[in-house]
C-alpha cells in the first residue's frame, strides 16, 4: 500500500561524512521533491525534480545535491554533514501543477553526531 | 509571492470540542490552497484542498474548511475533536506563479486534552 518509502527511517551519521537518503514511489508522479523540517517548523523546500529536470531553491546549500535515475528513485546527497543539517528529510510526489496534491513519505530523521 | 501565515503557534482543546485553525494568505489571484496534518514522527498527510467551485470543502477525518476571498482566509474546523487528532496542521498555498510549489504557514500545533 505504501505510495511513497523512505529509507532509512533513521540515520545517524558523523560530522562530515557523507550521507545519502532514499526516496521511492510507487505512484508514477512526474515531479518528485526533497524538503528539510527541522523541529517545530514548516517543511523547507531543497530542490524538485520535474521529470528528468532538477529544479534547485536558491537557497539551498551547496553541500546538498540530488539525483533521480529513474522514475521511481529519488536521492538526498549530503555531502558533508554539519550539526545544522540534523533534521527530518521530507520525500514528497505529485503529478505537478499547482493544484495538485503532494504525497509525503513517512521521513527519514538525520541525527549528526 | 504569495505567503501564509497561521496565527496560532499551540491550541489546546478538549476531546469533544470544537476545534478551529486559522489561516491567512497572500497571493494576487485565487491561490490553491492546503490543509496537510503530520502526526509526530510522521510526513505529511492532506486532510483537504479547495481550488475552485463551492468554498466550504470537506476533507478526510471529519475536517472541513471555508474559502473567504474577502477575509483571504482559508480557515480548518472540526466539530467535536477526537484524541487522535493532536498533530501538527499546515496550511499551504500553491501558485502558478511560484512553479507550482507549495508555500507553507508556520504550522499549529493541536493538544487533546482527556
Known amino acids: 500500500d505504501a505510495m511513497v518509502i523512505q529509507n532509512p527511517r533513521y540515520q545517524v551519521t558523523q560530522f562530515g561524512k557523507p550521507v545519502t537518503l532514499s526516496c521511492s514511489q510507487t505512484l508514477n508522479h512526474n515531479v518528485m521533491y526533497w524538503y528539510q523540517q527541522k523541529s517545530s517548523q514548516a517543511p523547507k523546500l531543497l530542490f524538485h525534480y520535474y521529470d528528468k529536470d532538477f529544479n534547485n531553491e536558491a537557497d539551498t546549500p551547496d553541500n546538498f545535491q540530488s539525483r533521480r535515475p529513474n522514475t521511481s528513485f529519488c536521492f538526498l546527497d549530503i555531502r558533508s554533514p554539519g550539526l545544522g543539517d540534523a533534521a527530518m528529510y521530507l520525500c514528497?510526489?505529485?503529478?505537478?501543477?499547482?493544484?495538485?496534491?503532494?504525497?509525503f513519505g513517512p521521513g527519514t530523521r538525520l541525527l549528526v553526531l | 509571492a504569495q505567503s501564509v501565515t497561521q496565527p496560532d503557534i499551540h491550541i489546546t482543546v478538549s476531546e469533544g470540542a470544537s476545534l478551529e485553525l486559522r489561516c491567512n494568505y497572500s497571493y494576487g489571484a485565487t491561490p490553491y490552497l492546503f490543509w496537510y496534518v503530520q502526526s509526530p514522527g510522521q510526513g505529511l498527510q492532506l486532510l483537504l484542498k479547495?481550488?475552485?467551485?463551492?468554498?466550504l470543502v470537506q476533507g478526510i477525518k471529519g475536517f472541513e474548511a471555508e474559502f473567504k476571498r474577502s477575509q483571504s482566509s482559508f480557515n480548518l474546523r472540526k466539530p467535536s475533536v477526537h484524541w487522535s487528532d493532536a498533530a501538527e496542521y499546515f496550511c499551504?498555498?500553491?501558485?502558478?506563479?511560484?512553479?507550482?510549489?507549495?508555500?507553507f504557514g508556520g504550522g499549529t500545533r493541536v493538544l487533546v486534552k482527556p
Open positions: 479547495y481550488f475552485s467551485g463551492d468554498t
Open positions: 499551504a498555498v500553491g501558485a502558478r506563479a511560484a512553479g507550482n510549489k507549495l508555500t
Open positions: 514528497a510526489t505529485s503529478r505537478g501543477g499547482a493544484q495538485e496534491t503532494q504525497y
